[in-house]
Nanobody
Framework: QEQLVESGGGLVQYGGSLTLSCTAS????????IGWFRQAPGKEREGVSC?????????YADSVKGRFTISTDNATKNTLYLQMRSLKSEDTAVYYC?????????????WGQGTQVTVSS
């Protein structure tokens, strides 16, 4: 059964760093586009990043560009990381990863259950 699991969320101070993991089971990520999304309380879900797991080209939202970076586990091809630094209060949200068949992170996807990131001021 195909499944995605996020981990690594938690409480971090303003200006700190955190790395989230997105791990697949039942399939490998190398043929998929992986998107990170987040949803803050009372707000709509927004895209954070999107890119093909295998080619390293990633789109980042303007709000995180230069602070968030994607990296992959090329040995296993089943884990993708979202490295977050210089965290701000507005980064507080539940973060989700999703694996899409389409390069632009649209359409059918497998979704993880989400992991909470809270940035304290």
């Amino acid at each position: 059964q195909e499944q995605l699991v996020e981990s690594g969320g938690g409480l971090v101070q303003y200006g700190g760093s955190l790395t989230l993991s997105c791990t697949a089971s039942g399939f490998t990520l190398d043929d998929w586009a992986i998107g990170w999304f987040r949803q803050a309380p009372g707000k709509e879900r927004e895209g954070v990043s999107c890119g093909m797991y295998s080619d390293g080209n990633t789109w980042y939202a303007d709000s995180v560009k230069g602070r968030f970076t994607i990296s992959t586990d090329n040995a296993t091809k089943n884990t993708l990381y979202l490295q977050m630094r210089s965290l701000k209060s507005e980064d507080t949200a539940v973060y989700y990863c999703a694996a899409f068949r389409v390069a632009r992170c649209r359409g059918f996807a497998y979704w993880g259950q989400g992991t909470q990131v809270t940035v304290s001021s």
